[in-house]
């Protein structure tokens, strides 16, 4: 699970893995869309999307 997403809104938690970023983005959309009403920057989505080199 390489890539790494966490929700930059304060208040919120919503942290997400996966092995795609194809997969991120989609679960960073529909998070955004549910939990916050509204839609992610695509430059902010793909910015907040951390490679996590393995250990
Ligand atoms: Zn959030």
């Not at 890539?3 to 919503?14: G, M, W």
């Not at 942290?15 to 509204?38: I, K, Y």
């Not at 839609?39 to 250990?55: C, N, T, V």
Request: aromatic share 6%; proline share 5%; with cysteine.
């Amino acid at each position: 699970m390489p890539y790494r997403f966490v929700c930059s809104d304060d208040h919120c938690a919503f942290l997400v893995h996966s092995s795609s970023t194809d997969e991120v983005e989609r679960l960073v959309r529909a998070h955004v869309r549910m939990a916050h009403g509204g839609r992610i920057d695509p430059a902010d989505l793909e910015r907040g999307i951390e490679h996590i080199e393995p250990a």
